[in-house]
């Protein structure tokens, strides 16, 4: 089994050096193609390979990278933006490559933003990576003293710098737009679509945003090609991806496996199953912005579509694991107070509503709640949850797991509220 | 146009529009809270939902918010489809979980917005059951109230502030549910249109501070409309007494001149309408200099006596802040001879090469909408902000044109605000700026230059030269004034529809004459130019059209020799416009001086006979605004004590005269057609607003008080059991009462007569959709006002007009130039006594360059001295850098200054004795 992204990782996790990483083929891909291949055969090679982002939405890159206008005549900036804000409940997977093979982020940025044409990319990272931006730094001013950036990389004529941007820490900020208002100095409210970043977006010029792992893959794609890429994966979609558990399974972790595993693999083989004494009852396959699936949905593979016909989403593919002796309402109420917190306050639904929701199933679980809490969590599920009620993807997100909880463990939200306590305690 | 159904029924709707502005603009009701008609939309309230269909067979839809959403050709949406009334009464429920339910102590009440749009969505049942959140409210300033825990958090406040007005000190701070809308600390609020919060903001968080001190409800309001009297903008106001006291002032809509906004001497000035000073009665000053209070019938056969004594010699002044009807009848009842304008010498023949200019139709006068559509702006020496601010808002939607374009190119549709901001960000149309000393315009001007009133002039002449040789050029340019007029020449003819504004402002009539210049050169290259004058008072503009641009002025009369018996003076503080040694060598000649005012102001305390006159709140008048634009405002309520308007009092002396001068004239409306009748120039006047025959559909007058004015007949109640009756208005189509046609319906009532708006469900300010032809834009009744200088074509050899170009402004022996320095709050003679208005006036002040106050031996907080014929003026300085070197700019109508209109220069010294005299109040922005 390949795995390109994790093939140059140390056990000790000490970062891969400039030159380590180009011993083993690093950045081979910017040579060969900058100032070598156009910008459109990049951009076929990406269109083919069929990459869908990793940060959450599985839009395919090259598609998204497609809508960039590719006007000579405009002498303005166009910019690239890594999306390394990585604040989603239960993800750690950008982490890893930034910690410990940052070259490869530097690398795909390189190739990205020259598909693109762009002359300015910024890695927005997460505050409490410290460790990662010490290490991108280092990478960056490597690939400086390389030729790698700058000005006329590699003769090519072709220009590109790129900054590592701290986020001031807020969840909302990893959303792609209002990230891009963030970047400039502005409140992180998300935009509306359209105008889309390609189009409009970081100070008004093109603009393409892309999930640290999103831009990790594509290095690899250049170089062994559209066929290698889609042949990783073992179900619908390419590649393989950073997979992850977190819950009371013996060995929560992550780990690079192809696309289309399925969930039981991940959890019995590669978390070793549950520890003793706990069964599993449920998951958030994607983050904790998705709605839970059951033992029912083990057997299912890992691919967007798959698990999004199931009735969740496959977001950042990284799973936190429900057991049998932890409270469903306590877990959902934590999740959504998360969000509530992380809410922009931009548009009602979200800003008002999750609150309320909160509200409503911290007294639930502490024993207050009433028959009609019910009525109110469902009214409000459907108020704040469905697309296009809400300003940006947080809140739909953040109530999701709560509408998939009344659906599978209703009972416990009833027995809450039959016998005023939680028997969890 | 495309076709769009909503609810089965098919309409026309324009193509530009979103989906909400559509709908609103069918008159159907749709809830909304963040969206403007003015500032476009950004979809974060989420109130405005409707579904769309994909198709016929489409039988869920989408919800989607119809503000967001564009227009497109068949469109199949619905409004009542259950999901989407669902969720809208859901976005109130959730906005409601926080809010204050106490509507009855809540200043909003009556006149919400969120009232209005909670009913229509239709939420009444409460289930939240949590505590609340509640905020620290702040002190904003002596003009508006802050309640934050009213806030539902709809971005229109900072939207307003920052994106529309250019402030940077209200913002939204912190996030999630604890958004906080106000400065970063307490303090007041800087921008000059702060006040237009109490009716962008849908709650009651930004209130009318000086209406809560005597508070009244909207449907308990006296209302009429009326005319600004801050500036010659002329912005249509709706003024509401109650009790006998002018209580707020609200914007009324116009969509070509103020549409939806005031500035805050507008909305807070009026406070003068209460003033202590107010003359109330009738009186004659005694041997030890009091007054003696007589009757009106004694007073009007003192007047007549001395008047009709024989041989007797009469004069009278006039004044640019009094209506065209008042100056009409004093010149009528002394003689076209014996009237004198009341401008200075100085102001009146600016003002008469700016009514010349005008005439020529030489270039367009843009109204404020017209503004917004130029492409490029020059402004030469006129401080727009404090002298005319209504128009610096226009311009700073005028520079937003540059990111229109930049947002067309793309498609992003115009009402798409964020996008379009966000597209464009710091891109703007070209704003040139050339002034004596700092200005508010600067943070959106490509290019400001500094230059005393003179040395303005010369870069305007300049430009012409350059745009067309055959305009008179400077004959001594320096390379620098060279290279600036060539880059302001070349951003000019880059542009389709540039705009030059000058005005009155420098007290340079070269100035004014150079901007014609520009603007005429530009015509000559094929632009569409537009040319504004800012004129000082609100009918300056009236005054100088009444004798078609050739009045006698008050230097003509004040360097007189003769003696007079009688001097008439009609709303106007000589104080303000001439040096107090002439003014009083020349009432040393003046047996007998009659003074009809507002306020007991210097010129009324000198005066033998005092007789009280009504204000704007009171009383009916015609104005003719900067652009020529007849507008007529009405009295709210009738005064008590003695007063009466101007033009009454003067029927009323010329009939005790026995004149037969006025021939049949006793009514006001008679008064307007007379002017039209005289005046060639006027003759539109009486069409500025139907004459007092006028009824409505139903055959009524029209009510100044709401259908809900119950409090009416027991205002009294409490000393008789007896309602008096009510005054009858025999003067204007309005009644002074509840009943009458006050249900207004869109375009059933002239909007130039309607007094306060709403309708049914909309008892806020936003009402105003419902009488729009379209949503945002012209009402159903056309604007009020008509404009009186027509375009027309041009005149021939325009450039051989203006060619008195002056010499480059030079040290002249240790003299400097005098420049005029503005302030929105004190600058003006009336506002400046409102409470309010006289907390936020600067100091008097000299402002000097650095290099200035070096030369001088002067540092900020010491005085300055000049002797000005035979006075000595004394101010505190102020050091600027941005103050341009060669003059010194003083603080216009605030402090003694009066004593400096007149001259172009003075000498200076260190006043050694200066004490400062009053704690400062200077605000940030006018430093
Ligand atoms: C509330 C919210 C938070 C998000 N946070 C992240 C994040 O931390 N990192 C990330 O890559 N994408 C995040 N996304 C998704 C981004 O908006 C965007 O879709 C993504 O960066 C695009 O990259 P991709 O196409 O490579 O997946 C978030 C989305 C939402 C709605
Ligand atoms: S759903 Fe609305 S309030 Fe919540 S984060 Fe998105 S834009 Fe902000
Ligand atoms: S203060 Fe008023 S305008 Fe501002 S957000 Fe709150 S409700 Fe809206
Ligand atoms: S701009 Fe002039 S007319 Fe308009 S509100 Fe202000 S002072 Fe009044
Ligand atoms: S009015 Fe449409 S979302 Fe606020």
């Not at chain 1, 997979?243 to 780990?255: D, M, N, Q």
């Not at chain 2, 040789?469 to 000019?492: G, H, M, V």
Request: negative net charge; contains cysteine; glycine residues 10%.
């Amino acid at each position: 089994m390949e795995t390109p992204l994790t093939k140059n990782m140390r056990a000790d996790k000490s970062p891969v050096a400039l030159s380590d990483y180009m011993s083993t083929g690093g950045y081979a891909a910017v040579t060969k193609t900058i100032g070598k291949s156009s910008p459109a055969e990049v951009l076929q090679v990406v269109k083919d390979s069929n990459l869908r982002g990793r940060g959450g939405a599985g839009f395919p890159a090259g598609m998204k990278w497609s809508f960039v206008p590719m006007n000579e005549d405009d002498p303005g900036h166009k910019y690239l933006v890594a999306n390394a804000d990585e604040m989603e409940p239960g993800t750690f997977k950008d982490r890893l490559i930034m910690e410990q093979d940052p070259h490869q982020l530097i690398e795909g940025m390189i190739l990205a933003a020259y598909t693109i044409q762009a002359d300015v990319g910024y890695i927005f990272i997460r505050a409490e990576y410290h460790y990662a931006i010490r290490e991108l730094k280092k990478a960056i001013s490597a690939c400086h003293d390389k030729g790698f950036l700058g000005k006329n990389i590699l003769d090519s004529g072709y220009n590109l710098d790129i900054h590592v941007h701290v986020s001031a820490g807020r969840y909302i900020c990893g959303e792609e737009t209002a990230l891009l208002n963030s970047l400039e100095g502005k409140r992180a409210h998300p935009r509306a679509k359209p105008p889309f970043p390609q189009v409009s977006g970081l100070w008004g010029r093109p603009t393409i945003v892309n999930n640290v792992e999103s831009l990790a893959c594509v290095s690899h794609i250049v170089n062994n090609g559209a066929d290698w890429f889609k042949s990783l994966g073992i179900g619908e979609d390419s590649g393989t991806k950073l997979f992850g558990i977190s819950g009371r399974v013996k060995k929560p972790g992550t780990w690079e496996l192809p696309m289309g595993t399925p969930i039981r693999e991940l959890v019995e083989v590669h978390a070793g199953g549950m520890q003793d004494g706990y069964k599993l009852r449920g998951f958030l396959p994607g983050g904790a912005s998705t709605d839970f699936l059951t033992e029912a949905h083990l057997d299912l593979p890992m691919d967007y579509d798959v698990i999004m016909k199931a009735g969740s989403r496959m977001g950042t593919g990284q799973m936190i694991i429900l057991d049998d002796k932890t409270c469903p309402v306590a877990m959902v109420e934590n999740v959504v107070s998360f969000f509530a917190r992380e809410s922009c306050g931009f548009c009602t639904p979200c800003r008002e509503g999750l609150p309320w929701v909160e509200k409503v199933l911290h007294a639930i679980e502490v024993g207050e709640g009433v028959p009609e809490d019910l009525q109110i969590l469902e009214r409000q599920g459907r108020f704040i949850g469905a697309v296009g009620n809400t300003h940006c993807a947080l809140a739909p997100g953040a109530i999701e797991p709560l509408t998939s909880a009344l659906k599978y463990f209703r009972e416990d939200f009833e027995q809450h509220i039959r016998d005023k306590k939680c028997s969890y305690q | 146009m495309p076709t769009i159904i909503v609810d089965g029924i098919s309409y026309q709707v324009d193509a530009n529009d979103n989906l909400l502005e559509a709908l609103l603009g069918l008159g159907l009701d749709l809830p909304y809270f963040c969206w403007h008609p003015s500032m476009g939309s950004i979809g974060s309230c989420r109130q405005c939902a409707v579904i769309q269909y994909q198709d016929e067979d489409d039988q869920q839809g989408r919800l989607v918010m119809s503000c967001m959403t564009p227009v497109t050709e068949g469109a199949i949406l619905s409004i009542d489809a259950e999901p989407a009334a669902e969720f809208r009464s859901a976005v109130i429920e959730n906005l409601m979980i926080n809010h204050p339910h106490d509507c009855p102590v809540c200043e909003e009440g009556g006149e919400c917005h969120l009232q209005d749009m909670t009913v229509m969505a239709g939420h009444s049942m409460r289930h939240y059951k949590g505590l609340k959140t509640t905020h620290r409210n702040q002190y904003l300033g002596p003009l508006l109230n802050h309640e934050m825990n009213r806030c539902i958090a709809c971005y229109r406040c900072v939207r307003y502030y920052q994106d529309y007005a250019g402030g940077t000190d209200l913002a939204v701070f912190g996030s999630r549910g604890r958004v906080y809308f106000g400065r970063h600390e307490d303090g007041v609020l800087q921008s000059e249109f702060a006040g237009n919060l109490v009716e962008v903001c849908p709650t009651g968080v930004f209130t009318d501070k000086p209406l809560s001190e005597r508070y009244t409800r909207k449907w308990d309001l006296q209302s009429a409309p009326a005319v600004c009297t801050g500036c010659s903008m002329g912005c249509n106001i709706s003024v509401a007494e109650r009790y006998g006291e002018l209580r707020r002032i609200h914007n009324r809509y116009n969509s070509e001149v103020n549409g939806y906004f005031l500035c805050d001497r507008g909305r807070f000035g009026g406070g003068f309408v209460n003033h202590e000073d107010r003359i109330r009665r009738c009186g004659v000053r005694n041997a030890s200099g009091v007054y003696d209070p007589v009757s009106k019938q004694q007073m009007l056969e003192k007047v007549s006596a001395l008047i009709s004594a024989a041989g007797s010699k009469v004069v009278a002044i006039g004044s640019p802040r009094a209506s065209l009807e008042s100056n009409h009848l004093l010149g009528k009842l002394v003689g076209r001879e014996n009237f004198y304008s009341g401008l200075s010498g100085r102001e009146q023949s600016i003002i008469n090469a700016i009514y010349a200019i005008q005439q020529t139709g030489g270039a367009r006068i843009p109204t404020l909408r017209e503004v917004e559509a130029a492409d490029a702006v020059l402004i030469l020496g006129e401080d727009v902000t404090n002298t005319s601010a209504r128009l610096a808002l226009s311009l700073r939607q005028t520079v937003r044109n540059r990111s229109k374009e930049m947002a067309n190119q793309i498609q992003i549709p115009l009402w798409h605000d964020a996008a379009v901001r966000k597209l464009a960000q710091d891109e703007k149309s070209p704003l040139v700026l050339v002034t004596a000393s700092e200005d508010r315009l600067e943070d959106v001007s490509c290019l400001t230059h500094r230059a005393g009133p003179d040395d303005t002039a010369r870069i305007g002449y300049a430009i012409a030269n350059i745009i067309d040789n055959r305009y008179s050029r400077p004959a001594d340019l320096t390379d620098n004034e060279q290279t600036l007029a060539a880059s302001i020449a070349s951003i000019l003819k880059n542009a389709e529809k540039p705009l030059i504004i000058s005005g009155s402002g420098s007290l340079n009539l070269a100035v004014v004459e150079a901007a014609a210049n520009v603007a005429w050169a530009l015509k000559g290259e094929n632009k569409d130019s537009g040319l504004i004058y800012c004129v000082p008072e609100c009918n300056s503009l009236g005054v100088t059209m009444l004798h078609d641009g050739n009045s006698n002025n008050l230097d003509d009369l004040l360097s007189g020799s003769d003696d007079i018996d009688v001097a008439i003076v009609l709303e106007n503080d000589l104080y303000r416009r001439a040096g107090s040694t002439a003014i009083n060598s020349w009432l040393g000649k003046v047996k007998n001086l009659v003074v009809i005012d507002q306020l007991d102001n210097p010129t009324a305390s000198v005066a033998t006979l005092v007789l009280p006159a009504a204000s704007f709140a009171e009383t009916e008048g015609t104005l003719v605004n900067y652009e020529g634009r007849a507008q007529r405002s009405f009295a709210a309520f009738l005064p008590q004590g003695d007063i009466q308007g101007s033009w009454q009092w003067l029927l009323d002396i010329a009939d005790q005269v026995g004149t037969q001068k006025f021939g049949s004239i006793r009514q006001f409306d008679q008064v307007t057609e007379d002017i039209a009748a005289q005046n060639a120039a006027l003759s539109g006047v009486t069409k500025a607003a139907p004459d007092a025959s006028y009824r409505s559909g139903a055959g009524q007058k029209i009510a100044r008080m709401t259908h809900r004015a119950s409090g009416r007949t027991a205002m009294v109640a409490d000393v008789t059991m007896y309602e008096p009756q009510q005054p009858v208005d025999n003067t204007s189509a309005l009644a002074f009462t509840m009943e009458g046609a006050n249900l207004i319906k869109p375009g059933e009532v002239p909007s130039s007569l309607t007094p306060y708006i709403w309708s049914p469900g909309w008892n806020s300010n936003q009402a105003i959709i419902k009488f729009q032809a379209e949503t945002g834009g012209a009402l159903t009744d056309s604007d009020p006002g008509v404009r009186l200088i027509a375009t027309a074509s041009p005149v021939a050899d325009l450039h051989t007009r203006h060619t008195t170009i002056p010499a480059i402004t030079r040290h002249q022996g240790g003299s400097l130039q005098l420049v005029p320095g503005y302030h929105l709050f004190g600058s003006e003679e009336l506002s400046a006594y409102s409470k309010a208005i006289a907390e936020l006036t600067p100091r008097g002040y000299f402002a000097v360059h650095p290099d200035v106050a070096g030369q001088l031996g002067v540092a900020d907080h010491d005085g300055l001295e000049t002797q000005i014929n035979g006075a000595n003026v004394q101010l505190e300085v102020v050091v600027s850098e941005s103050v341009a070197r060669q003059c010194v700019v003083y603080s216009y109508g605030i402090d003694a200054t009066g004593e400096l209109v007149h001259e172009k220069r003075g000498t200076f010294k260190k006043a050694e004795s200066w004490e400062s005299s009053r704690p400062s109040n200077l605000i940030m922005s006018d430093r």
